[in-house]
């Protein structure tokens, strides 16, 4: 089935430091997201990519979309305590009729003040 | 808030018991979600809905579980007989299809435990 590998697993980094991650698969999605998770909670959206090549920015967080289809990357810039937390990315297969999401294993973010 | 909500947000339960869960989605979304997460893992897909139309079951839905979304509106699943290994986050999204796009709003999820 599909899968999709992201990396780095954990990161623990400096407060004001820059951060990035990725996620790949062995499939093409139509579309790529990416949430954050906090302990208890569910995933919040943070940016949602819907066309190969596109770059979409959020306030610090930038994201884009493979040329390939199968990897996006999301970047976090001058990192914040309260960036804290599990982001997952997820791709999604639109061609068909259904709309599920396959989500990868997460990265674990911890800023040290 | 009109984001989705769940309903409980936490449920202990004994093996054997059934449980039952509610997710009310964002409004006027046409599809809705479930999903089961376990600790150290990313969510992963067990069935949806489209208006209230069940499309799509995954294996991991065994005959113990069963959805249903009786209106288009808010949906229940249901765990029949429970077992330790259902102990997951159960996690609804919904969504608004508009062509090949659509994009999933989670709600808190509901934390089951069971003993």
């Known amino acids: 089935g599909q899968q999709l590998n992201q990396s780095p697993q954990s990161m623990f980094i400096q407060e004001g430091e820059d951060v990035s991650m990725n996620c790949t698969s062995s499939?093409?999605?139509?579309?790529w997201l990416w949430y954050k998770q906090e302990p208890g909670e569910g995933p919040v959206l943070l940016i949602a990519?819907?066309?190969?090549?596109e770059l979409t920015s959020n306030g610090r967080l930038t994201a884009q979309f493979g040329i390939t289809r199968k990897d996006s990357f999301l970047n976090i810039s001058a990192s914040i305590p309260s960036d804290v937390g599990i982001y997952f990315c997820?791709?999604?297969?639109?061609?068909?009729?259904?709309?599920?999401?396959?989500f990868g294993q997460g990265t674990t973010l911890q800023v040290k003040p | 808030d009109t984001g989705v909500s769940q309903n409980p947000r936490h449920k202990i339960t004994k093996r054997g018991q059934n449980v039952t869960f509610r997710c009310d989605p964002i409004?006027?979304?046409?599809?809705l979600y479930w999903y089961r997460q376990t600790l150290g893992q990313g969510p992963e897909f067990l069935t949806y809905?489209?208006?209230?139309?069940?499309?799509?079951k995954s294996r991991l839905l065994s005959d113990r579980f069963s959805a249903e979304r009786p209106k288009g509106s808010f949906s229940t699943l249901e765990i029949q007989r429970t077992e330790q290994g259902d102990s997951a986050m159960y996690l609804c999204?919904?969504?608004?299809?508009?062509?090949?796009?659509?994009?999933?709003?989670f709600g808190p999820g509901t934390r089951l435990l069971v003993l």
């Open positions: 997820a791709g999604q297969d639109g061609s068909g009729n259904t709309g599920k999401l396959i």
């Open positions: 999204a919904s969504s608004l299809r508009r062509g090949f796009q659509e994009t999933q709003y």
């Open positions: 990519l819907y066309k190969a090549g």
């Open positions: 809905f489209q208006n209230e139309a069940q499309l799509e």
């Open positions: 499939s093409i999605f139509n579309t």
């Open positions: 409004s006027e979304h046409n599809r």
